[in-house]
């Protein structure tokens, strides 16, 4: 990533319902380097609709796709970085999700601003692990163990 850049901004015409940035009904997470280099980060403001049933309470399928959007992201920045090539260069790769893990610790409020933290355990390759937690500032409220698969 350059700049100010998200890494969605590598596949403009990318119309994932969770990360693309072609699907304007989607919910467009943008997700970047953290200042350290060590985390690919994300801020996601939820609508109101994307309620559980209860009040204030974020739905879990929606929590599912930013978990499994942010951490295939995390999978592709990593594995640039580690092939020491600029995210989206040629020759181009992706990951699909191989499986996805969601563990909810508590509700994930939808009046605040939730964060996402990812990094890669493990190797890069074919498959590659990647965890990620979820919730607002300073807390966490759900967390995800993604195989990312290379295509």
């Known amino acids: 990533m350059t700049g100010n850049r998200t890494l969605q901004d590598n596949w403009p015409t990318g119309t994932c319902y969770g990360c693309g940035p072609a ?3 989607g919910l467009q997470l943008k997700s970047s ?14 609508d109101l609709i994307y309620n559980s049933g209860m009040p ?3 739905y879990g399928g929606t929590i599912a796709s930013l978990i ?3 951490s295939i992201w995390a999978a592709m920045a990593f594995g640039y970085r580690f092939e ?3 995210m989206g260069s040629e020759p181009t790769f992706a990951f699909v999700t191989g499986e996805l893990n969601i563990k909810y610790i508590k509700p994930t409020p939808l ?4 964060h996402l933290k990812a990094w890669v355990e493990g190797d890069i ?3 590659t692990k990647v965890l990620c937690e979820l919730g607002p500032e300073g807390d966490i ?8 698969v290379r295509i």
């Open 141 to 148: 409220t759900a967390t995800g163990k993604v195989t990312a």
């Open 125 to 127: 390759g074919k498959k």
């Open 23 to 25: 699907n304007h009904k």
């Open 84 to 86: 020491n090539r600029e």
């Open 56 to 58: 204030g309470v974020m």
């Open 111 to 114: 009046d605040k601003t939730i």
């Open 68 to 70: 499994d959007c942010h």
């Open 33 to 46: 380097w953290s200042d350290d280099g060590r985390f690919i980060i994300a801020a996601y403001k939820a």
